[in-house]
């Protein structure tokens, strides 16, 4: 049982290039999201998705884009990137999001450098 | 909209010393509250969290965190504190709302334990 795990761990990429963040869990959960972790601003929610074939907005989605088509993948894509999306991104899950006292279970991020 | 506030982006202890992190909430309803903690290169990990009942909640590694409604805190603490703690603690909290579940984290408290 791994988890949530992330790839790449690590990526540098140029102005304007694309790239797609993957996200895996074997947990069976219905809810993933995405957020990314800059310095004194905790984490922001950028896209989750409430079941297969479904994603939402969160708090900063502008610049990407997500998918969610299987249920243990969420994928979070860079069309365009920009220096003010370097940051570290993580992926969670949780099991049942409308119930309130469910868990959300993060992966070990992936640090991005956009130069 | 909910906000949640850490006062202290860095606290220092001294090792076997009382651990005292603040978390205040701002919620017209009380949220379900949790804390995280995020060791160095890793992903968040749940420490504990409150839904309701008892308003004293302990968690792992010998954290603890009190739910005070009428101060709408969620202070975290623990009585001694040990080198291993030194890391960085989120504070979050979860409203149901019709757009699912979402947590909306502190900016981050880093624990700083020396000798």
């Known amino acids: 049982n791994a988890g949530v795990t992330q790839t790449p761990k690590f990526r540098v990429l140029k102005t304007g290039q694309s790239m797609t963040l993957l996200c895996a869990q074997d947990?069976?959960?219905?809810?993933m999201y995405w957020y990314r972790q800059d310095p004194g601003m905790g984490l922001r929610l950028i896209h989750y998705s409430v079941g297969e074939g479904t994603t939402a907005k969160g708090e900063v989605p502008d610049g990407y884009n997500v998918s969610r088509l299987k249920k243990q993948n969420f994928l979070l894509g860079l069309e365009s990137a920009a220096p003010s999306q370097t940051s570290v991104y993580f992926c969670?899950?949780?099991?049942?999001?409308?119930?309130?006292?469910?868990?959300?279970?993060f992966g070990p991020g992936t640090r991005l450098t956009v130069l | 909209a909910q906000s949640v506030t850490q006062l202290g982006s860095h606290v220092s202890v001294s090792e076997g010393a009382l651990v005292l992190l603040r978390c205040n909430y701002s919620?017209?309803?009380?949220?379900?509250l949790f804390w995280y903690v995020q060791y160095p290169n890793q992903g968040l990990q749940l420490l504990l969290k409150y839904t309701t009942g008892a308003t004293l909640v302990k968690g792992i590694n010998g954290f603890e965190a009190e739910f005070k409604k009428s101060e709408t805190s969620f202070h975290l603490t623990k009585p001694s504190a040990h080198m291993s703690d030194a890391a960085e603690y989120f504070c979050?909290?979860?409203?149901?709302?019709?757009?699912?579940?979402?947590?909306?984290f502190g900016t981050g408290t880093q624990l700083k334990v020396e000798l």
């Open positions: 947990m069976n959960h219905e809810y």
């Open positions: 979050a909290a979860k409203i149901l709302t019709g757009g699912g579940n979402k947590l909306t």
């Open positions: 969670a899950s949780s099991q049942m999001g409308l119930a309130g006292s469910d868990t959300q279970y």
């Open positions: 919620s017209s309803v009380p949220p379900y």
